[in-house]
């Protein structure tokens, strides 16, 4: 039970070690979540993408609760007598040893077992004497910082969208993109990558850029465009996973369009070179 934003390596102690009770006892392991982000934060990763790391950890089911401001107002006493035995009736209960709930965030490990649940909590892990949270997290891929960012997801940081129309430009220098319009996720900072692209179960090698197109007075919006090597089908409406790999230049202003084409010919030689070691 948690919001387990990010799936970082302290979820995944205690998502599997659920899975593997759930085995032992021939039960069925439930993610109990929550969606929105209580905390109002943004998301690393949406819900969709979230609800894929719990399938391919071997999560069999998922409740998701909506946490609107009628959920807010429950107090922890009710949210046990009313959802938690009534509709979950858990055999075992493992949660975070910080976790709290219910209105005020009055409830705790305490009140759970006062009412003869089985709860095993976990302890926070930390790295380096920092503890693993989603904010550290979150502030990393932000910051940039990609591979303290995947120490601590224990996998690579990456970002779920919906291909969309765009206006086209990376077509006309000779490199067409595709827009992604993200599911509310924490993008790395701005700048060109070599990265993954999971499209419908494939893994394709791109070229992602995320910045403001200046060279184009592109705006104040910030864009998540990927080119995907040697691939020319039509992916509008499809959603596709992209996997940080390395950031191989910052984002930054041409003098004209044939400046930058000439430049994205040098990053994709780069970029090709990276993938070809990862």
């Known amino acids: 039970m948690g919001v387990f934003d990010g799936v970082h390596r302290g979820h995944r102690l205690v998502l599997k070690a659920a899975v593997a009770k759930a085995k032992e006892i021939k039960g069925t392991s439930v993610v109990l979540t929550f969606w929105p982000h209580p905390q109002k934060e943004e998301s690393i990763y949406s819900f969709k993408h979230r609800l894929s790391l719990f ?32 509709r979950i009736r858990p055999a075992y209960l493992y949660v975070g040893k910080n976790f709290r709930f219910g209105k005020g965030a009055k409830g705790n490990l305490g009140t759970l077992r006062k009412y003869g649940l089985k709860v095993k909590a976990f302890e926070v892990v930390k790295t380096s004497k920092k503890i693993i949270s989603s904010t550290y997290i979150r502030r990393l891929i932000k910051n940039g910082n990609l591979y303290l960012a995947q120490k601590l997801l224990s996998r690579r940081v990456s970002v779920l969208g919906t291909v969309t129309r765009g206006e086209s430009i990376g077509r006309k220098i000779g ?10 996720e924490v993008t790395p900072a701005k700048g060109i990558y070599a990265v993954r692209v999971i499209l419908k179960g494939r893994r394709l090698k791109g070229a992602c850029y995320i910045g403001t197109r200046p060279t184009f007075s592109g705006g104040m919006k910030k864009r998540v465009e990927v080119h995907i090597l040697g691939f020319k089908k039509m ?13 191989i230049r910052e984002d930054r202003k041409f003098n004209s369009a044939a400046g930058l084409s000439k430049q994205i010919k040098k990053d994709i030689l780069l970029i090709r070179s990276i993938l070809s070691h990862t």
């Open 55 to 86: 399938s391919g950890l071997g999560i069999d089911a998922c409740v998701v609760i909506n946490f609107n401001r009628s959920f807010e107002r429950i107090s922890a006493k009710d949210f046990i007598e009313k959802i938690l035995l009534p």
């Open 175 to 184: 490199f067409p993109t595709a827009n992604i319009d993200l599911h509310h």
């Open 235 to 247: 992916i509008y409406g499809k959603d596709l996973e992209i996997q940080f790999i390395k950031k």
